[in-house]
């Protein structure tokens, strides 16, 4: 199992837009094969602050995500309503 | 339900004592009334990142967890193993 932790600045009044954007890409990506689970959250002190956790059953599963069309439609679409880069780390259980 | 990624920079050579360090942490922490899960993780590019992913039943059960004797002994010394401060979100889930 790996587990992807995605994390966004939102610009100052988007995040509403964001949240709808990221819809359908949510229902699609947790319907592919390998995805466990897939969910937004947002930081209780900084609401500007959205962030996916995903679980994938291997790292297979997440690079076929990434090459998935939702993925490749809606990620771009996404960027133009962040800050910066974002901040994504792949990681695997230690215990 | 509260999640909560805890992020850290492990200093050089000194990630196998981290994790030792924390399996008492670990263990006592899951033993907790409102905790769902508490699991740590390693970043799959670069070793030196450690994180903690929690899930929590609600704040509450998250504030008594900083107040335990487990979390006062044991994050301060993890803290000798860390680079700066770390980086700690709390999130409520949105979709």
């Known amino acids: 199992m790996i587990k992807v932790v995605a ?9 509403d837009k964001y949240v709808e954007l990221t819809e359908e890409l949510i229902n699609k990506t947790r319907e592919e094969d390998k995805n466990i689970s897939y969910k937004l959250f947002q930081d209780l002190e900084n609401p500007n602050i959205l962030t996916f956790i995903e679980e994938w059953e291997d790292k297979e599963g997440l690079d076929k995500h990434m090459e998935s069309e939702h993925f490749k439609k809606i990620v771009p679409m996404l960027s133009e309503y962040r800050i910066g880069e974002g901040e994504v780390n792949i990681y695997k259980e230690v215990n």
Do not use: A, M, Q, R
């Not at 994390?7 to 995040?15: A, D, P, T």
């Open 7 to 15: 994390k966004s600045k939102i610009k100052e009044g988007k995040i």
